[in-house]
């Protein structure tokens, strides 16, 4: 009776994962009539969410809609971050991309261009008490927020003596220069302008003057022949007006004209090719990046882990339930959302409280990870304590030691080599979730690929030498951790 | 020694561990039909290993050894035929603490040799009936005494029907008074005609059960008798040591 | 160290717990500060400045992401289902009696957390300020939940055959779930880049815990195995996939498809993010189960292997249900931080939990609104991983009842 049933749950078991397993393999979309058209819908006003139903809209999205209704065809949009725009079209995985983005030369080596449909620029923003910045070269020696892989990444990259904080989206970069992580943002001007007039951030003060001419374009594959259908549906729409109309409603005033070939195409510079040589020494930068955020992690988080487990093991109740409490909500929340609470929201939090607080992307990834980190140490911690045998405790008491030598001289010293290994693989969990720290626009070794993916476009090569980068190190610390056990335990035979 | 049929022929049985441990040097051993074989011997002297080899719990390198006919190779058909017709008690028990007393009895017979599961869980009742547990039938072996365990660990054994037993070290584990229950039982199973081959260190199970007992030393196989002429009168000088040790 | 036995007045008890000695006066006394200053500050915050406004107006963006309006009726069902189901393993699981444990219809915790679940179910959406209807159809769910409850509860123990069934419930449902999100069998497809928010969370993080479990196993015993190929392949597996950070494989695992499939054929985005969550939880599920395997006394394969079973046979019998046993509470915690890595699809520009909620911060109108949605989003992960964690100890008690492991 009880065999037929466990069989017949078997038998359903097994049906239901082959058929998660086909549902998983189907394949996304056959190739068929809509553009899949790929955008980062994090950038009002051209691509952004609607509060309520999550739909997209804005003006690059109305753009598209409408070329495409003029060819007779429909779009499906796919989210991608701005990053990832252009090794998706490399590798075909969409008809093409419209995120306000930028025609340059270097884009141009990668992907085909549709004609211009926005004429842009760059603009600086600063605290309205700020410094005064006229042009680009003025932002030499300042702190300085950009958007991963946008032209204001590019155009302050060539800066001599800037220091860049990149961030995943423009809101994030924004945020931290009003949180004053960063001193300026650097991003094309009407969609800052926009931000800025929305929301009355009357604390912000922006260059009028784009200090750079620049015009957005639509980016296809290379050879796609999908660019011909587009560029005449743009055609269209600016000789007929409608483009006009479009930009007067997102914008309140008239387009300024269009050329039909951008000139930065117009004479070609030479692309950003993949250098071996480079992608490693900015790899190792970055490594000697997480390394040291790995170390400061780790010993502010053990010290944190130390006090939570004298609280837990030897406080007063209330002490006891409390750290309970600390380390369950810890260990109950992602790292992710508690790196965006610390460096995002906290700042913020406290800026309405009055108190201004301004938080380096070090210190807040430090105390994120140390954080997170010191609750699981001290599960650890407890757990190689409470596994001393009872006699020991007992024998202690039996010569008359008091709490803390029972603790200090016979406790803790056989606690420590068991907790050793598991407090090692602490360490090397630590070091793969610093990579973390890179949404918040510090350099360590992922955000340097992601720096090099976002001029090369070469996603796949550069990604897996960060994971050998990151294979390394983990291996090196594993092999040190294990030289390092033997050394302290070497008593124990 | 007489004429009923050989259950178990080793030869010139060699083996060293993978540490290089030379264990078994040319150990010889035959057993016959209905006899009851108590291997002694002092530790280290190669016993257990020599007993495991009989099922290919362990390997060797050198010799031979025919169980019920067949021999032993690497060939896994064999390997499993054998096991299914020798039965294995354990030192340490090992019981699948995991299943209930019942279960760790039904588990083989249904598995391998494919039999209703009604008539073995029958069959698996009567069997602890005849070890003196049957009430605890439902229980899971944790919450058995350690001879409990022991009784149920043999009529496990006894569930697959095997034509010989081994007993390794039966009674060491447990607690003295606990000894006599799974000896008793023991040689309910002598007295049935079962052929057994056991290491032991208990004397007076020997004396009273035994057809023969053997003693090895490094390796070997020293000295073999009826139990009354082995424990008055050992030809052997290790034979003689070895009593002298266990007074 | 053993107290004294006397009637304690309050007071005295405090000064005993608080203030033992001077220190741990002064450090009371400091903490008390600190922590009344903090919630003071964070209490005002929240009643007068913080603008919940972000999180009213988008609270449909935060579960369902851009499921479309006109089909979402598909998860109303599935709640519906859900939450029936989830009221009636409740009910027989409280109803099946325990050792040591009397087996009533209503105890106390299971009547408090009843009250919490009417009083959510009136409360929240009243916070969210949604409409009327939304409001009747959470209360009936919640009604529905406790209905099913209470007849499970009732009628549970009397129709003990049915009982295994209910194993069968959860996958059954889990199939139709797809089924109704995903679309087929009829209902018009939704295609996996327009589920968001929570939905699209959980529903990764369990597909990837329903994989990632066989896919464990299979490499731990691959990693003990005796054949070098498999062995060696195996440890090469596990520990490549343990020396990364699943960022690195995420954004590995977005474009090592393109590259070796043509456009068309690679599975959807979503899929390609949850296959690799899968692949990565595998090998930690994999060095969980390996522990347990090493904790296995040898005796238990020798004895299954005396006993005739072929290696098949022991493995799955004897040896894979008591590793696991060991290896649960290593396991619920992977699966705990599984579902906390699921905001890592975020930065690979998935619309999940974390995803919307930056998508949603984009907007100008809510920009500058950090701290309420994350603090929303931390609070929300919260459950969901004391909810994993209150499940798993309860398997563990119920899977410990009666077998301490044989003395070995």
Known sequence: MRSSLKRAGAAVLGVLLSLVLGLALMPGAPASQPWVVATDPTYAPFEMVRAGDGALEGFDVELIRAVASSQGRSVRFVTLPFDGLIPALRAGRVDMAISAMTITAQRAESVDFSRPYFPAGLGVVVQRDGPSIASLDALAGRRVAVQIGSTGALAVGRIRGAQVSSYDSAPLALQALLNGQVEAYVNDLPATLYAIRQRKLDTLRISSQPLTFDYYGIAFPQGSALRDPVNRGLTSLINDGRLAALHRRWFGRDPAPLPAVAPQLEGRSRAVGLDPLLLLRNLSRGALVTLALTFSAFVLGSVLAALLTLALMAGAPWQRQSARAVINGLRGTPLLVQLFLIYFGLPALCQSLGMPLRLPPFVAAVAALSCNHSAYMAETLRAGIASIDKGQWQAADALGLRRWPRLRHVVLPQALQRVLPPLGNEFITLIKDTSLAAVIGFDELFRQGQLVVATTYRAFEVYAAVGLMYLLLTAVAARVLRLLEWRLTRWEV | MTGSPLMIEARAVEKWYPNGFHALRGADLTVHQGEVVVIMGPSGSGKSTFIRTFNALEDFQKGSITVDGIALSNDVRHIDAIRREVGMVFQQFNLFPHLTVLENLTLAPVLVRKRPKAEVERQALELLERVGIHEQARKYPGQLSGGQQQRVAIARSLCMEPRIMLFDEPTSALDPELVHEVLEVMQELAEGGMTMVVVTHEVRFARQVASRVVLMAEGQVVEQAPPEQFFTNPQHERSRQFLRQIG | ?408
């Open chain 3, 1 to 408: 160290m053993v107290p004294i036995p006397q009637p304690d007045s309050a007071w005295r008890r405090v000064r005993r717990q608080l203030f033992a000695s001077r220190l741990d006066g002064l450090i009371t006394v400091v903490l008390l500060v600190l922590l009344l200053s903090a919630a003071l500050g964070i209490g005002h915050w929240a009643l007068s400045q913080a603008q919940w406004a972000v999180i009213q107006v988008n609270s449909t963006l935060f579960t369902l992401g851009r499921y479309p309006l006109e089909q979402q009726w598909r998860l109303w069902l599935l709640t519906a289902l859900l939450a029936g189901a989830s009221g009636l393993s409740w009910g027989l699981l409280r109803a099946e009696p325990r050792a040591g444990v009397n087996a009533r219809p209503w105890p106390r915790n299971d009547r408090i957390a009843v009250l919490l679940l009417l009083a959510l179910a009136l409360l929240l959406p009243a916070a969210l300020q949604l409409t009327a209807l939304i409001h009747l159809r959470w209360l009936a769910l919640a009604v529905l939940l406790v209905l099913a409850r209470w007849a499970a509860g009732r009628w549970g123990p009397l129709r003990g055959r049915w009982r295994p069934l209910v194993g069968l419930l959860w996958p059954v449902l889990y199939l139709l779930g797809m089924v109704l999100i995903g679309g087929g069998l009829g209902l018009s497809p939704v295609p996996p880049g327009e589920w968001g928010g929570l939905l699209l969370t959980l529903l990764s993080a369990s597909f990837a815990m329903l994989l990632c479990f066989p896919l464990g196993v299979l490499l731990a015993l691959g990693r003990r195995s005796a054949l070098p190929l498999l062995r060696w392949g195996s440890v090469l597996y596990i520990e490549f996939i343990r020396g990364a950070p699943l960022i690195t494989l995420l954004f590995l695992g977005q474009n090592i498809l393109g590259f070796l499939l043509p456009g068309g054929l690679a599975p959807d985005r979503v899929w390609r993010a949850a296959w690799v969550l899968t692949f990565f939880s595998a090998a930690y599920v994999a060095e969980a189960v390996r522990a347990g395997l090493v904790a296995l006394p040898p005796g238990q394969l020798e004895a299954a292997r005396s006993l005739g079973l072929a290696m098949p046979q022991a493995l799955v019998h004897v040896v894979i249900p008591q590793a696991l046993r060991v290896a649960l509470p290593a396991m619920v915690g992977q699966f705990i931080i599984l579902l906390q890595d699921t905001t890592l699809l975020s930065l690979i520009g998935l619309l999940d939990l974390l995803g919307i909620a930056r998508t949603v911060m984009a907007n100008p109108a809510f920009l500058g609104r950090n701290a309420e949605v994350y603090l929303v989003l931390a609070l929300l992960f919260w459950c969901c991983c004391a909810a994993l964690g209150l499940g798993s100890r309860a398997l563990e008690t119920r899977l410990n009842t009666s077998h301490t492991p044989a003395k070995a």
